[in-house]
Nanobody
Framework: QVQLVESGGGLVQAGGSLRLSCVAS????????MAWYRQAPGKQRELVAA???????KYADSVKGRFTISRDGAKNTVYLQMNSLKPEDTADYYC?????????????????WGQGTQVTVSS
């Protein structure tokens, strides 16, 4: 199986920065895409940023110009650099990965989630 482990969350003042990391480990043939989602109290989980195997990226409008997603394919790791943080960025941040597996005779993909890391931005 596959595990996603996030790190880097914490408490920061408005205007500050944090860098989240997510490492995928386990039975991985390749990684199709990785993404960061967030969920604030009382709200639905939303996509923050995503990156595919070709390093194409997409961002939620609310974080464009402030957040940067990147990946290290050799380390099966995705990062989220968050700058100019705002109180409305406060949420639990979750790593998501679409992992390709090889059964021995065919390929298939599955979605995995990390356990989440808390980000709190104080005003």
């Amino acid at each position: 199986q596959v595990q996603l482990v996030e790190s880097g969350g914490g408490l920061v003042q408005a205007g500050g920065s944090l860098r989240l990391s997510c490492v995928a480990s386990g039975s991985i043939f390749s990684i199709n895409a990785m993404a960061w989602y967030r969920q604030a109290p009382g709200k639905q989980r939303e996509l923050v940023a995503a990156i595919d195997r070709g390093n194409s990226t997409k961002y939620a409008d609310s974080v464009k110009g402030r957040f940067t997603i990147s990946r290290d394919g050799a380390k099966n790791t995705v990062y989220l650099q968050m700058n100019s943080l705002k109180p409305e960025d406060t949420a639990d941040y979750y790593c998501n990965a679409e992992i390709q597996h090889f059964s021995g005779s065919y390929y298939y993909s599955r979605d995995y989630w990390g356990q989440g890391t808390q980000v709190t931005v104080s005003s």
